[in-house]
């Protein structure tokens, strides 16, 4: 069941909050060994205590599953990195806070590629996640933990953070749902910033009407956060009914190139089939500067991520080495601490921020970007909504993809609308060769409502 129903039944009494938490640890014991989803977990027995102090508001106690980024009280937040393996935050993320006020109770935290940098959640320094429908195959990421705890009945929701698609593509890869919010709709506030232009937290869940309801708990105005946008929280439970019919959908011939294959290319035609038997109707559009988005994504979340991580010295946190020189000391202290794929991007990064190269790498990027937003903009002009697929592939095995460049192509139809800002949600779009296909949906600014309707209308139809 969903946490929607998971809810309702729990308030008419057709089992109680322990047991629904007993079900929850079971699968836990049961599969957890395999796929390693959870970096921490809660006691249960303190969440059945405390739950029934919590069985009159909106959640009635029952247990959310958190990514080890998003600052969380009596848990670690790791970051699936050596630097923070015993680091324990004294505040709770601003979503968070929003989620247990709504009587919800933190689960545990899960994993992801460390500091969220990554497509596989092969690179956390505390071991792989494997995916529920196949362990021999990748959950995506970053937020893999967060996706395989929901598609393998560990957890009914968990949140998880978007920067270039790490909510999309794992939701797609562990045929869940995945929705990131427009930037700036949910507080960044004790979320640990990897691109900061970019990051947004978003829920995985196993429904679109789950989705809609942890999206009205945790969207608003959060003085904290400097990008939050000044707008308040609404409902978007009563924007789910009504279909679709007379919208106009557009299908970027970008996001499907013959390069996909013809099995992919079969789920976008029986995609397209069911929207115009909703109502819709399909119609190709063209987004050329898609090709850009990979290189524009990289040098701009490089650069943030180099100059956010420069707090990792040595000095603070967990991890430090000895040198003669401060140098030395930061230098050893990084070299222990940070894997080699966040080397990798602080590298990056710092080349693309440094004397003579900023504005030939960065700054070009930046404008770019600035197109790609205009592009869509433009579309969003013809169109009410946008679909393809979340990504070119089901899950792949761990080890295919160790070529960076291959590896970073995974998120390749997620990467512009975050660089647009633009709210998007990965709904379970069918199989192939019996694994998971993600259907995304991309809508404009500010337009969450608009978004789920039309996923809540798909999901119908696809399940």
Request: aromatic share 8%.
């Amino acid at each position: 069941m969903d946490l929607w129903e998971a809810r309702e039944r729990i308030s008419r009494g057709d089992f109680s909050l322990g047991e629904l938490i007993d079900s929850l640890w079971a699968s836990i014991e049961a599969r957890e060994g395999e796929v390693h989803a959870f970096l921490s977990l809660a006691d249960p027995r303190e969440l059945k205590r405390k739950g029934d102090e919590l069985s009159e508001k909106t959640l009635r106690g029952i247990p959310i599953a958190v990514k080890d980024n998003i600052s969380t009280v009596g848990f670690p937040t790791t970051c699936g990195s050596k630097f923070l393996a015993r680091f324990e935050p004294v505040f709770d993320a601003t979503a968070v806070e929003r989620l247990k006020a709504a009587g919800a109770q933190v689960q545990g935290k899960t994993n992801l590629d460390e500091f969220a940098m990554g497509s596989s959640t092969e690179h956390s320094a505390f071991g792989p996640t494997r995916n529920p429908h196949d362990p021999e195959r990748v959950p995506g990421g970053s937020s893999g933990g967060s996706a395989a705890a929901v598609a393998a009945g560990e957890a009914l929701v968990a949140l998880g953070s978007d920067t270039g698609g790490s909510v999309r593509q794992p939701a797609a890869l562990c045929g869940a749902v995945g929705l990131r919010p427009t930037y700036g709709l949910v507080s960044r506030w004790g979320l640990v910033a990897f691109a900061s232009s970019l990051d947004q937290i978003g829920p995985i869940t196993r429904s679109v009407r789950d989705c809609a309801l942890i999206l009205s708990l945790i969207a608003g105005h959060d003085p904290r956060d400097s990008t939050s946008l000044p707008v308040k929280p609404r409902n978007y439970i009563q924007d789910l009914e009504g279909g679709i019919e007379g919208w106009k959908f557009g299908l970027p011939r970008e996001y499907v190139p013959r390069e996909l294959g013809p099995e992919v290319l079969s789920l976008v035609d029986r995609w397209s089939a069911l929207i115009e038997e909703l109502g819709g109707r399909v119609v190709e559009i063209s987004l050329p500067l898609t090709e850009y988005a990979l290189p524009v994504y990289y040098l701009i979340a490089s650069a943030e991520a180099s100059a956010n991580l420069a707090r990792f010295d040595g000095v603070r946190y967990t991890v430090s080495a000895s040198g003669e020189t401060v140098r030395e000391m930061i230098a050893a202290s990084r070299t222990l601490g940070f894997g080699r794929e966040v080397k990798r991007r602080i590298m990056l990064g710092t080349f693309a921020l440094s004397a003579g190269y900023y504005d030939r790498y960065y700054g070009k990027a930046q404008r770019v970007r600035t197109l790609i937003g205009r592009e869509f903009a433009e579309a969003f002009g013809e169109v009410d909504l946008i679909f393809g697929p979340t990504s070119p592939t089901p899950a792949f095995r761990f080890g295919e993809k160790e070529d960076p460049i291959a590896m970073y192509l995974s998120d390749i139809f997620t990467l512009p609308s975050a660089l647009a800002g633009l709210p998007a949600i990965s709904i379970p779009g069918g199989k192939i060769e019996g694994l998971p296909f993600g259907l995304q949906l991309i809508a404009p600014r500010l337009e969450e409502g608009k978004l789920l309707r039309a996923a809540y209308a798909l999901e119908q139809v696809l399940a």
